[in-house]
């Protein structure tokens, strides 16, 4: 019933596609345009007063939190100085050689590296004592301060300036033996991080005479004489602190002012009024630049979210057109349209001719990746052994947390009249390739066990197995894979093991110390890597270089292997979440609570992997494995034999 309606449109839609006006988008886009560069006119005169009214108040109080700062640092370096005449008095009293020490240590701390120290002669200072590089032609600084015994009884503390430009500090430390003066010069260390470009600091006395100054830049801002006539008032007032604006002639400054705690010093900071308000214009042109940028970057994302929105308009337009004139096979593209009405009724549009087939082709899909998982599920099942390997001189046990799809780990183990052999090994990649691989390296390694049994009188061959394996996996992958492993040769006898290293990292060797022997603080001390240098992995077409190293096993010796899938579940941060220290640790636990048995250390390693990941194990990213090779405690070896080659 639509055929009619839509016939009757197409001249209509033909002439409109041939007659069209400005395009829709470009509309839209003035009049975003216009909406932004008017708000952003109003914002500029809005927030450009707000920060003049601001701003005075603004930089008064950062102005006056700065010097606040300083006094406090002050304060504090004082203190600590009084502090360490304290310490040299004691030190002069046992030791007077080692206040150089003292001044060195703590000096980096109060500023303070060198000192003088006077005793009481008579009523008076006597000879001094120099300490830390300090010179006895300073005491004439102490005559022009006027720095008598009595001034220095008198007062908790003295400070002054000295002809070098350094603050001495001085102070009376009393004694069981009447005590003694001393005097420390020091540099002031004012806490002045972060200051701005142009920020004086002065430190004055109580009778505004100035003993530091520093200045930002090369020229002060104002003279220390400036200094002395402006704070008058203030040292005569009962302020200790405050923050205000100063008038000298033209120039104007803002000023902050904070009288010590606990000594008669004052600490001033000044700003010049017109640096401060710099700030205002660099902001006002900061804001008009970053407007600008605003509105530009707004402009071009409103022309691309524009053309998404209409573009599916002109397809839809397009479409109707080429329907109009007969076509009922059109498809509309709705990968690039938004999920708004438009691609709605786009979607609905390509559903019919597209649904029958999406389902198929997800049905088939699903049939696929189900048959592929099951059947690498079933031959990496008959791969692996399913009981442990429990003889009177060794247990193995191994045990596999298998990934959504086979990581390629394998292991397995036989005992062939006098010896244990073992692989634990991994293949790269995932699903069937990686279990045919297995498959080839398990048939590689039964071969080997049923030849080792006919050879009554000859000791297993490392080098015959190791060939056989990587042979299998040349063969199996067309010379493309790799079979990282480590085969290792026990004879049960002896108790001497063999192993080889191919190209797998992590495994550890764990021996309890001796009875007599105390064991150490930390137990993963006790752990050591088994194999120093890993070797390459087996599947290359020449024969395998490798190795051979030789353990002497004792009862109670645990060896455990891991592959890397055990160590590769990560946390959002990129931290494992299963690391090879706790992996130590988590064996430790498990022998003192059960001893040198492999099938419970395995399976605690297990528990306790699964434990840490905190994900279902069909999500980890890889195959994880562990195998343990454990001595049992009343295990008997006889004395060392010829071991195979």
Not at 85 to 111: N, W
Not at 293 to 305: D, E, K, Q, Y
Not at 445 to 471: C, E, W, Y
Not at 556 to 581: H, P, Q, W, Y
């Amino acid at each position: 019933m639509e055929f009619p309606i839509q016939w009757g449109m197409s001249g209509s839609v033909a002439q409109m596609a041939s007659s069209r006006g400005v395009p829709i988008r470009l509309r839209i886009a003035g009049l975003t345009a216009a909406a932004l560069i008017i708000s952003m006119c109003a914002i500029l005169l809005a927030g450009s007063r707000h920060v003049i009214d601001d701003k005075t108040s603004y930089v008064i109080d950062h102005n006056f939190g700065r010097v606040k700062n300083a006094a406090d640092a002050l304060d504090h370096q004082i203190s600590e100085s009084l502090l360490m005449m304290r310490l040299a008095q004691e030190k002069a009293a046992t030791d007077p050689a080692s206040i150089d020490t003292l001044l060195r240590d703590l000096g980096y701390r109060t500023g303070m590296k060198k000192m003088l120290m006077f005793q009481s002669v008579d009523g008076n200072l006597g000879n001094p004592k120099a300490f830390g590089g300090a010179r006895l032609d300073q005491v004439t600084d102490l005559d022009t301060l006027g720095w008598t015994l009595k001034r220095f009884q008198a007062e908790p503390f003295l400070i002054g300036k000295s002809r070098d430009g350094e603050v001495m500090l001085g102070a009376w430390v009393p004694s069981s033996k009447g005590g003694a003066a001393f005097v420390g010069f020091f540099q002031m260390q004012l806490n002045l991080a972060e200051q701005g470009p142009r920020f004086d600091v002065f430190v004055i006395d109580a009778i505004g005479n100035s003993l530091y100054s520093k200045a930002t830049t090369t020229r002060p801002i104002i003279q220390e004489s400036q200094m002395k006539k402006f704070m008058k008032p203030v040292l005569e007032g009962v302020f200790n602190s405050g923050a205000r604006t100063w008038a000298s002639g033209s120039d104007e400054f803002i000023v902050g002012y904070q009288r010590l705690k606990s000594h008669e010093l004052m600490v001033v900071g000044i700003i010049p009024y017109a640096s401060a308000f710099a700030v205002v214009t660099g902001l006002i042109l900061r804001t008009v630049v970053l407007g600008l940028s605003i509105l530009a970057i707004a402009l071009g994302i409103t022309l691309v979210w524009l053309k998404k929105v209409t573009g599916g308009l002109r397809r839809m337009s397009e479409a109707a057109i080429e329907v109009s004139q007969g076509k009922f096979d059109v498809k509309i593209d709705t990968r690039t349209l938004p999920a708004d009405e438009v691609g709605q009724l786009a979607a609905s549009f390509n559903t019919m001719a597209s649904k029958i087939d999406d389902l198929m082709r997800q049905t088939v899909a699903k049939v696929e990746t189900k048959n592929q998982k099951d059947t690498v599920s079933q031959i990496q099942a008959r791969l692996l052994p399913e009981q442990a390997l429990l003889l009177p001189n060794v247990t193995l046990s191994g045990g596999t947390f298998a990934a959504g799809q086979c990581g390629g780990d394998w292991w397995n183990y036989a005992h062939v009249r006098d010896y244990a052999i073992f692989v634990v090994g991994k293949v790269p990649g995932k699903g069937l390739p990686a279990a045919l691989l297995t498959a080839a390296a398990h048939g590689a390694f039964s071969t080997f066990v049923g030849a080792a049994q006919l050879m009554a009188r000859i000791p297993p061959s490392m080098k015959l197995l190791i060939g056989n394996l990587s042979s299998a996996i040349h063969e199996a992958s067309r010379g493309q894979g790799r079979f990282a492993c480590t085969v290792g040769i026990m004879d049960l006898n002896t108790g001497i093991l063999q192993t080889v290293n191919c190209g797998l990292n992590h495994a550890v060797f764990v021996r309890m110390p001796p009875k007599n022997k105390e064991a150490p603080a930390n137990p993963l001390d006790l752990f050591k890597r088994l194999h120093s240098q890993p070797g390459h992995a087996l599947g290359e077409k020449h024969n395998p270089d490798y190795k051979v190293e030789t353990i002497q096993l004792a009862p109670e010796d645990i060896i455990t292997f891991a592959t890397d899938g055990s160590f590769e579940v990560k946390n959002l941060k990129g931290e494992r979440m299963f690391g090879m220290d706790q992996m130590k640790k988590e064996i430790w636990s498990l022998i003192e609570k059960f001893g040198p048995q492999s099938t419970r250390v395995c399976q605690g390693l297990q528990e306790a992997s699964q434990r840490a990941w905190g994900i279902p194990v069909d999500q980890i990213p890889d195959d994880a494995s562990f195998f343990v090779l454990a001595v049992p405690k009343k295990a008997y070896f006889l004395a060392k034999a010829e071991t195979a080659a």
